[in-house]
């Protein structure tokens, strides 16, 4: 796979080996260390295996933004090609998906350390409701082949925010990501299912 360009995991959250993606999943939580090895022990992809519907879930380390996107219906990402994609994918009341302007979304991210409340359920329906302001048609990101953490693999890069979610392959329909995301103290974790599998 060609490089594009290089990113590094932030130097403070160490790999600490001894659990499988299966087993982390299994117990539902592992260490910020434990997933960096599990993300490090995964195959890379290649930019056109992400392209398609993808149906997002946790991936648990106590990170302040586990459960976030759940509690406020994140339903995943879809990759239309490498240069359209969008990363944010939602829920509507009606039930119907739409994508969200990743833009409009960012000021709550610096929050949540400072006001826990955010990640609460309620909040979560206050924002399914206030979705139709956040919507938008236009992709928001493209996918690339970066170098993190030492591997060349697919990663998907927002068009105007300081963030890139690396994939590895767990199987052919799951792949595990990371968020970086310039300044966070450790990386955020999710998994990506292909949607209807």
């Known amino acids: 796979m060609p490089m594009n360009r290089a990113t590094q995991a932030n130097p403070s959250v160490q790999a600490v080996p001894g659990l499988s993606f299966t087993a982390a999943k299994a117990q539902g939580q592992a260490t910020g260390g434990e997933a960096l090895a599990i993300f490090d022990a995964l195959e890379p992809v290649a930019p056109d295996f992400m392209i398609g519907a993808w149906k997002g879930e946790g991936f648990e380390t106590g990170h302040p933004l586990d459960g976030v996107l759940e509690r406020c219906h994140w339903h995943g990402k879809r990759f239309e090609s490498e240069e359209h994609v969008h990363p944010l994918v939602f829920r509507k009341v009606s039930g119907k998906l739409t994508s969200v302007k990743p833009l409009l979304t960012m000021p709550g991210l610096?929050?949540?350390?400072?006001?826990?409340?955010?990640?609460?359920?309620?909040?979560?329906?206050?924002?399914?409701?206030?979705?139709?302001?956040?919507?938008?048609?236009?992709?928001?990101?493209?996918?690339?082949?970066?170098?993190y953490r030492g591997v060349a693999t697919a990663t998907m890069m927002y068009d105007n925010l300081p963030i890139n979610d690396v994939?590895?392959?767990?199987?052919?329909?799951?792949?595990?990501?990371?968020?970086?995301?310039?300044?966070?103290?450790?990386?955020?974790?999710?998994?990506?299912?292909?949607?209807g599998n």
């Open 167 to 195: 994939f590895r392959k767990v199987d052919d329909n799951t792949v595990l990501g990371i968020m970086d995301l310039k300044g966070m103290k450790q990386p955020f974790f999710f998994v990506l299912r292909r949607d």
């Open 110 to 147: 610096g929050l949540l350390d400072q006001m826990p409340f955010l990640n609460s359920a309620f909040v979560g329906k206050v924002f399914q409701w206030i979705l139709p302001l956040l919507s938008g048609r236009k992709s928001a990101a493209r996918l690339r082949t970066t170098t």
